[in-house]
């Protein structure tokens, strides 16, 4: 019996990282371009921290779920702390905003996995720990995060009444597991794109992309303030 639900929360907990993975928002964008720029462990430093974050607000949904049936709490917590939250996500989509408008241009290539240019490889280790700062201060100031976690658990028959430990060890490696299949998914349909393209393309792009955080970051702000 025991297994069986421990299974079960496994298994919820891949599909819930995944979906909570898969829209294409900001910090998705952000892990394609350093893919795209041949940047892997800037890639993998930013991802890092997203995991930590999506896994440990994963657990305290869970264990919030599994202590009470009454969502009243969370509503309380989110409106008192909604409009920092909502603050620090503008500051954040300006953030990144500017970095990618802001960004050198370099020559990638996914093909042969080249080393990184000299600017990238200034000051590696303090970039390399921006970079997984980033991912988590990212991950932490998306308004929607624990609400999607707690109602995905409150979702799900949860009548589970061991030793929490054993639940939430397979919980946090089913995020892990839902949420990278959507990274890779995301990679896989950026490799269909000719490399001739991206060599040319990249740069512009990533000032688009750019100037579309500093758009949404505007509508945003004014859905803050005005709304």
Same mark, same amino acid.
């Given at each position: ?6 299974? *079960?929360?496994?298994?919820?907990? +891949? ?15 952000? $892990? ?24 440990? *607000?994963? +657990? +305290?949904?869970? *264990? =919030?779920? @599994? ?18 939250? @909502?603050?620090?996500?503008? !500051? !954040? ?19 042969? %996995?080249?080393?990184? %240019? ?10 390399? /720990? ?5 991912? =988590? ?11 999607? &976690?707690? $109602? &995905?658990?409150?979702? @799900?028959?949860?009548? #589970? ?13 089913? !995020?892990? +597991?839902?949420?990278?299949? /959507?990274?890779?998914? #995301?990679?896989?349909? !950026? ?7 991206? @060599? /040319? ?6 000032? &688009?992309?750019? #100037? ?16």
């Amino acid at each position: 019996m025991i297994i069986s639900e421990l299974f *079960i929360y496994f298994f919820c907990a +891949i599909i819930g990282g995944a979906l909570s993975t898969l829209p294409p928002g900001p910090l998705n964008i952000r $892990l394609l371009l350093f893919y795209i720029k041949g940047e892997r462990k800037s890639l993998f430093y930013f991802q890092l921290g997203i995991l930590l974050v999506d896994v440990t *607000i994963c +657990i +305290i949904a869970f *264990i =919030i779920a @599994q202590k009470t049936n009454n969502i009243t709490q969370l509503i309380t917590f989110g409106k008192n702390n909604l409009f920092l939250i @909502q603050i620090s996500f503008l !500051v !954040v989509l300006l953030y990144i905003g500017f970095t990618h408008i802001l960004t050198k241009k370099y020559q990638p290539s996914l093909k042969n %996995n080249p080393i990184e %240019n000299p600017d990238i490889e200034k000051n590696k280790s303090s970039k390399l /720990i921006r970079h997984f700062i980033e991912g =988590i201060v990212g991950t932490l100031t998306i308004p929607t995060l624990l609400p999607f &976690w707690y $109602l &995905w658990w409150m979702g @799900q028959n949860l009548t #589970y009444y061991h030793p929490i430990s054993l639940a939430v060890i397979l919980i946090a490696i089913g !995020v892990c +597991i839902g949420d990278l299949f /959507i990274f890779k998914t #995301y990679r896989f349909f !950026v490799l269909k794109i000719p490399e001739r393209i991206l @060599q /040319i393309r990249i740069a512009k792009i990533e000032k &688009w992309v750019g #100037y579309f955080f500093i758009l949404f970051a505007f509508i945003f702000g004014i859905k803050i303030f005005l709304f």
